[in-house]
């Protein structure tokens, strides 16, 4: 079964405001995460990962907090824009084997 | 981008139809991999291949044949394949190795419908 989930399927965000997209992990020695884009008719681009020792990690736009307490993963997006509509995995792996996939949150940006 | 190419981005088959999937990297990793992305369900890996050797099958009927000439391409073929195949299959590269660098990259899909 999936060791990766997520607390909600759809996400709707006014343009402009700020998105944020939690995802919850099963395996406690998972120690390497990785959050992944997946536009219309696209395959998932990778947006940005963080490692088990550390809490939070910034890359444009877009912020990845740890939560190894409580196996929690969440995505902020700043400033959410129309181009950010997409599905968004998160994925997990120990020491570099398999990655376990979530089902994914569909994004919605409206005007 | 992603340096992951893959061909055809569209196929229809019917079920008696023999049909091949093609992927080439051009990040000079050595690890491929084939996922499966029915609807609302999470990606299903299928078959990873690190340094041209099969190293997973996860228990994928038969009538999906992988093929990895060497660390640049992998193929999938396909044969007597049922409506329930009908997905997007994803190829995937990596740095590969013994624990090697984890993060994926990911082609665009193949759009398969089988009839």
């Known amino acids: 079964g999936e060791s990766v989930g997520l607390h909600l399927p759809t996400l709707s965000v006014q343009e402009g405001d700020n998105s944020i997209i939690n995802c919850a992990y099963s395996?406690?020695?998972?120690?390497?995460f990785i959050w992944y884009k997946q536009e219309s008719g696209k395959g998932p681009q990778f947006i940005i990962d963080i490692r088990s020792n550390m809490d939070k990690r910034q890359g444009q736009r877009v912020t990845v907090l740890l939560n190894k307490t409580v196996k929690h993963l969440s995505l902020q997006i700043a400033a959410t824009q129309p181009g950010d509509s997409a599905v968004y995995f998160c994925?997990?792996?120990?020491?570099?084997?398999?990655?376990?996939f979530g089902r994914g949150t569909q994004l919605t940006v409206w005007p | 981008e992603t340096g992951v190419t893959q061909t055809p981005r569209h196929l229809v088959m019917g079920m008696t139809n023999k049909k091949s999937l093609k992927c080439e990297q051009h990040l000079g990793h050595n690890a491929m991999y084939w996922y499966k992305q029915s609807a609302k369900k999470p990606l299903e890996l299928m078959f990873v291949y690190n340094f041209k050797e099969q190293t997973e099958n996860n228990s994928v009927p038969s009538r999906f044949s992988p093929e990895c000439p060497n660390s640049s391409h992998l193929f999938l073929h396909l044969h007597t394949l049922q409506p329930e195949d009908s997905a997007l299959y994803l190829c995937?590269?990596?740095?590969?190795?013994?624990?090697?660098?984890?993060?994926?990259?990911f082609g665009p899909g193949t759009r398969l419908l089988v009839l």
């Open positions: 994925a997990e792996t120990f020491r570099g084997r398999r990655l376990y």
């Open positions: 395996n406690s020695a998972s120690d390497y």
């Open positions: 995937a590269s990596s740095q590969g190795g013994i624990e090697g660098e984890e993060t994926q990259y």
